[in-house]
């Protein structure tokens, strides 16, 4: 365990897997292998190690903070003189394309349902929020699309507002990874959650307004803790890569996709396509966007190129 060193990661701790799986303590495994091959992505891997490993004493801290946001909740209700409410706890997953973000995601959120008081475990990702193709190609964002501008700020920011205040029913707009687009008329609705799980590529950035003004509230004011999953960008470019290919072989033979005109290109070639997107679109918005904000998070995991977690940040001050 050292301070991470240099200037810009000063306020974290640092972990190696060993050191971090040492913090596990108790907490128990809830989770088997067939729970997790339901949970694996399209290229990343979860195993029972790193379940014990890194999950575990991870479940375990949010746990520790879960129930210490609960008691401070109930000390403002009880000085306000009202009800004690049960406003739901809300986790920040940030990182890049390709990191890996959904299949943590899931598994975080499995662990944390199987906590000993079995909470109710939502979990949101930003891509719903992503202005339909419609609005994109008319404001000439179609190329842009994942960075800060391409998304309705506005109404995710109205949807973890209202999840805070403790509303009992929340709707949230509805992505289609295969169609590329927002589903018309169809809402993901989160009622009577203790935990969300709010994941998207910029969910710990600033931002600016028009004319360069910071905004006076952002996503972030409204985690009650926040992760940022980490790995070189050489990495995950490869794992974008990797991905990229095995949809080509497979969900993009589909005349409903709308990456179909990628369908008949060779390895070769669909290599190609995949890094010119990479070049192009999703490592610029890593190097502008998204790494810009991880020292924001509370913890950040730091992926080896197997998909592995070697190391834990754990964010001091």
Do not use: C
């Not at 998204?290 to 509370?298: D, F, G, M, T």
């Amino acid at each position: 365990m050292n301070p991470t060193t240099g200037t810009e990661f000063s306020a974290y701790v640092t972990f190696d897997r060993e050191e971090w799986a040492a913090l596990r303590a108790s907490t128990p495994l809830t989770l088997s292998e067939t729970d997790l091959s339901a949970l694996r992505g399209v290229v990343e891997q979860v195993s029972i190690d790193d379940v014990v490993q890194v999950f575990l004493p991870l479940s375990r801290l949010l746990n520790l903070h879960f129930r210490s946001a609960r008691a401070l909740s109930g000390v403002k209700d009880e000085f306000l003189g009202r009800l004690v409410g049960r406003r739901p706890y809300v986790i920040g997953i940030a990182g890049s394309v390709a990191v890996g973000k959904s299949t943590f995601a899931r598994t975080l959120q499995a662990l944390l349902a199987r906590w000993p008081d079995h909470p109710s475990v939502a979990l949101v990702t930003t891509d719903g929020f992503l202005y339909p193709n419609a609005t994109l190609l008319e404001r000439g964002l179609m190329k842009r699309k994942g960075f800060p501008e391409s998304y309705d700020r506005r109404r995710m920011i109205e949807f973890l507002a209202d999840i805070k205040a403790g509303k009992s029913h929340v709707e949230a707009p509805v992505y289609s990874h295969q169609g590329y687009d927002i589903v018309p008329g169809e809402r993901a609705i989160v009622e009577n959650a203790d935990i969300v799980i709010f994941e998207g590529l910029n969910v710990l950035q600033t931002g600016t307004l028009e004319g360069g003004r910071s905004p006076s509230i952002i996503v972030s004011d409204f985690f009650d803790f926040s992760l940022y999953l980490d790995a070189d960008e050489d990495f995950i470019k490869r794992w974008y890569v990797q991905r990229f290919l095995r949809l080509q072989r497979t969900v993009f033979q589909n005349p409903t996709s709308y990456f179909h005109h990628y369908k008949d290109l060779d390895e070769a070639q669909a290599r190609e396509v995949a890094l010119g997107i990479w070049r192009d679109i999703n490592g610029l918005n890593l190097r502008e966007n998204i790494l810009p904000s991880r020292e924001r998070a509370n913890v950040v995991l730091r992926k080896r190129d197997d998909h592995s977690i070697g190391e834990v940040w754990l964010r001091q001050i």
